[in-house]
DNA sequence: GCCACTATTATTCAAGTGTATAATAACTTC
DNA sequence: GAAGTTATTATACACTTGAATAATAGTGGC
């Protein structure tokens, strides 16, 4: 006798909220099980919905993952980019941020890696790592002009942009190498490091 | 009538040869499709086989694609770690043959990124990454107390380990961004930047 | 040249995939 | 507080997935 369907109660959630939700719980789910195990099942279990909601706020489980990666991008830059103060602390901290949590932590890896494997494939994420690797070195270039203007020996864009090309090199290798194995690493060793190896690179110190 | 079924033709392989058949053919789907791409039909028209015959070689498709991680890491590091000469010739090499193909290619960063990706997923991929990042950063420790050493610098083991990371890092850094974006550099520029951040954070000119 | 062996193919299976559709519960407006 | 709107659920669909099975074609030993 047709017995009424028992249906779940819910929550209606504003719309920016619950995109924001589905995106974090896209990016928890890539982190945990890898991109193929990133379902969209999964996903709304993460997010205590059910699946079809996912279709209701994207176009599709693509776009989804492509504006998840903008997130992720803008997160890794946002910290980097706001740093404040004199030229010499804005570049200590544009480091130390860099390598220190939560920049630095093996979720972040993995879902970095997780979009860099794709950006062969699809065009739409190469573009946007296009844009968030240029804005990042673009920002680190702007500091570095300005540390070495402030430390009495100011250099021309082609080598700032030379400066910034192997600062950025440097700080990614060794954000990617403390995230995968950082028991391999001492406390604050790599930020250390990174320290010296900038102040070697620059032939300056950077104490005040 | 029972029309005996047409069946294709095939030549049997030796089981060695035919192994790394299946192990190229998932490389070349990983970087082609990406890891959710890589599925075993796809890998098996790739290989110019059905796909039954993958798990007649591999208890599963996640043991094959653990060998073929052992394999990239193997391609990427064993050339590095074969140079011959010279203290500075062989210091020279490494950071070079790393920084042009074909270990510099999009194809190897992908499947690197793919591989690192699941490195928190999967326990086994995990070593097999841990194993292979250490050897080379071990290689590259090495080369660097004899190159110090030749150059009259001697530097004791934990100094070398500093050095080691950061140069590594910066290796490594700049292979992925040379890989992803390598329209963003000039032809040569990225071994040039290289070889001069050597010099600077060793303090030693690396020309002979 | 036949026989035993096994690498390989063809087929099937259950589970999981992204997506489409219709019913409905929650909220807004008046 | 009733009507209208829509965010959300529930269900269904067509397709793909990794894996299991049985039949068969290639190969080496005698």
New interface residues.
């Given amino acids: 006798m047709g017995a009424a369907v028992n249906r779940r109660s819910f929550h209606r959630a504003p719309e920016g909220e619950r995109r924001q939700e589905l995106i974090e719980a896209t990016l928890d789910c ?8 990133a379902t969209v099942r999964q996903i709304a279990v993460r997010a205590g919905v059910t699946a079809g909601l996912v279709r209701h706020y994207f176009d599709s489980k693509d776009q989804m993952v492509a504006e998840a990666y903008r997130a992720v991008i803008a997160s890794l830059t946002e910290k980097a980019k706001n740093v404040e103060g004199d030229p010499t602390t804005r570049l200590k901290d544009f480091i130390a941020i860099n390598l220190t949590e939560p920049v630095a932590d ?2 972040s ?3 970095w ?2 979009f ?6 699809d065009p739409v994420l190469a573009e946007i ?2 844009e968030g ?2 804005a990042f070195r673009n920002a680190l270039q702007d500091l570095l002009s300005v540390f070495l203007a402030a430390k009495g020996r100011p250099a021309g864009p082609e080598e700032c942009r ?1 400066y910034a ?2 600062i ?7 954000w ?2 403390g995230c ?2 950082g028991d ?2 001492r406390d604050g060793e ?1 930020v250390g ?2 320290m ?2 900038v102040e ?2 620059l ?1 300056l110190p950077i104490e005040q």
Same sequence: chains 1, 2.
């Fill in positions: 890539i982190a945990e099980f890898g991109l193929k195990g093996s979720r890896v993995s879902l890696a997780a860099i494997s794709q950006v062969r494939v790592h296009r690797y240029l030379r090309i192997a950025n090199g440097l700080v990614d290798g060794l990617v190498e995968l194995a391999l690493f790599l490091i990174a010296a190896s070697a690179l032939g």
